[in-house]
C-alpha cells in the first residue's frame, strides 16, 4: 500500500504539471484516458477473481461505458473549456507550484499514516477492525478534502484579486489568513459540498434517464431535482471563492454567490461548465493508475489482499489527484465569481459573454 501512496504523489505532480504546461491535452487526456483506466481497473478485478472481485470489476466496466459516453456528449464543450482553464490559469499566482507540491507531500504523509493504521487493523483480525478501517477512510475522505479546499481558497483569493483589481497578493499572507481564520468554514465546506456536489450531479442523471415519458418518473425526478438545486444552492464550490475575500461563512457564501450568478444570467453557463467534471476524471484516472499499480503488484506478492489493497489505492490516489488540482480549478472559481461582480471589468475578455450568447442561441 505504501507502493500505492507513493505513485498516487507521482500521478499527481504528473498531472498538475500537465495542466501547467497544456490545459488543452490535459482535458482531452484526462475526458479519453479516464474510461480506459477504469475499464482496466474492472479487468483487474475479474482477473482476481473472487466473487466480491468479479461484482466490482463488473461495476466498473459499467461505468467506464458510461464514462466514454459521457465524454461523446460533452465533447462540443472541450473548445470552451479549454479556453476557461487556460485564460483563468494563465498567471499562476507566485509560488503556485511550491505551495502545490508541499500539500501534495502533506497528503502523502498523511495518507502513510493512514495506511499504516489499516494494516494494524488487518493484523489485529479483530471484530471491529470493519469499523476502524471504515472510520480511517471517512478521516481519510474528510482531511483530504480540507487539504484541497485549503488550497482552493487561498489560490482563489490571490486570483479573484488579479481579475478584479489588478493587483497581486502575496500567496503567503493568503494562505496565513486561511490557516488562522477560515479553518471553521473549510471544515463545513468539506463535509457539505462533497455530499451537495453528488445529490446534484445524481438529479441530473436521474433527470436524463426520466426524461418527460413518463409522468411519474418525471415528477419524481422534479421534485428530486428541486431539493438537489436548494442543497447546491446553500453548498457549493463557488462558495469558497467568498469565504477567502470576505472572510464569509460557507453557506452564507455559498448563498451570496449563487444569488450573483442568477442575477447576471450566469446560471445556465455554470450548469454547463466542465471544470468540475474535469477534476472530477482526472481524479479518476489518477485514481484507477495507482489501483492498478497497488492491485498488480498486490496481486503477485499477497493475492488475497489484492482487492482490498486496490480499493485503498483507488481512494487514495483520487483524492491525492483532487488536491493536485485544486489550485487550477480555485483559477477558474475566482475567474467567475470576479466576472459576475463586474462583467465590465478590465481583465476580461469576451470568453463568458460569447459562451453566454452561445447558450441562448441553443436554447432558442
Not at 498538475?16 to 481497473?41: H, T
Not at 482526472?282 to 485514481?287: E, K, L, M, V
Not at 489484492?306 to 483559477?331: D, H, K, N, T
Request: charged fraction near 10%.
Amino acid at each position: 500500500m505504501l507502493a500505492s501512496v507513493a505513485s498516487s504523489g507521482l500521478v499527481a505532480l504528473t498531472w498538475q504539471w500537465m495542466v501547467s504546461c497544456s490545459p488543452s491535452k490535459a482535458i482531452k487526456a484526462c475526458f479519453w484516458l479516464s474510461p480506459l483506466l477504469i475499464c482496466s481497473v474492472g479487468i483487474l478485478f475479474l482477473i482476481i477473481g473472487s466473487a466480491s472481485g468479479s461484482a466490482i470489476g463488473v461495476i466498473a466496466i459499467v461505468c467506464a461505458v458510461i464514462q466514454s459516453l459521457y465524454t461523446c456528449w460533452v465533447n462540443p464543450r472541450f473548445e470552451y473549456a479549454i479556453k476557461i482553464l487556460s485564460v483563468s490559469t494563465a498567471f499562476p499566482p507566485a509560488k503556485t507550484t511550491f505551495f502545490v507540491v508541499l500539500s501534495i507531500m502533506v497528503g502523502v504523509v498523511y495518507s502513510s499514516l493512514l495506511v499504516s493504521g489499516i494494516g494494524g487493523a488487518t493484523a489485529t483480525g479483530t471484530e471491529f477492525d470493519i469499523l476502524f478501517k471504515v472510520l480511517i477512510l471517512l478521516s481519510l475522505a474528510w482531511s483530504m478534502q480540507v487539504i484541497k479546499n485549503v488550497v482552493l481558497i487561498t489560490i482563489s483569493r490571490v486570483k479573484y484579486i488579479h481579475f478584479a483589481y489588478g493587483a497581486d497578493f502575496y500567496t503567503g499572507i493568503a494562505f496565513r489568513d486561511t490557516i488562522n481564520h477560515l479553518m471553521g468554514s473549510v471544515s463545513i465546506g468539506s463535509a457539505l459540498a462533497p455530499i451537495f456536489g453528488v445529490i446534484r450531479g445524481s438529479s441530473r442523471t436521474i433527470g436524463l434517464v426520466a426524461g418527460d415519458r413518463d409522468e411519474f418518473l418525471f415528477s419524481c425526478a422534479d421534485c428530486y431535482a428541486s431539493v438537489a438545486m436548494s442543497l447546491g444552492k446553500i453548498g457549493n464550490r463557488w462558495g469558497f471563492v467568498h469565504v477567502g475575500v470576505y472572510n464569509k461563512g460557507f453557506i452564507q457564501a455559498s448563498v451570496d454567490t449563487w444569488d450573483m450568478f442568477r442575477r447576471v444570467g450566469m446560471e445556465a453557463l455554470i450548469d454547463s461548465d466542465l471544470t468540475g467534471a474535469f477534476c472530477f476524471l482526472s481524479g479518476i484516472a489518477g485514481a484507477a493508475i495507482c489501483a492498478l499499480v497497488g492491485g498488480i503488484w498486490t496481486l503477485a506478492v499477497h493475492e488475497s489482499y489484492a482487492i482490498e489493497v486496490s480499493i485503498y489505492a483507488f481512494l487514495i490516489g483520487y483524492f491525492m489527484c483532487r488536491v493536485a488540482l485544486a489550485w487550477p480549478q480555485a483559477c477558474v472559481l475566482a475567474y467567475y465569481v470576479a466576472y459576475a461582480e463586474n462583467p465590465q471589468g478590465p481583465r476580461f475578455d469576451s470568453t463568458i459573454p460569447g459562451r453566454i450568447q452561445e447558450l441562448q442561441r441553443h436554447q432558442t
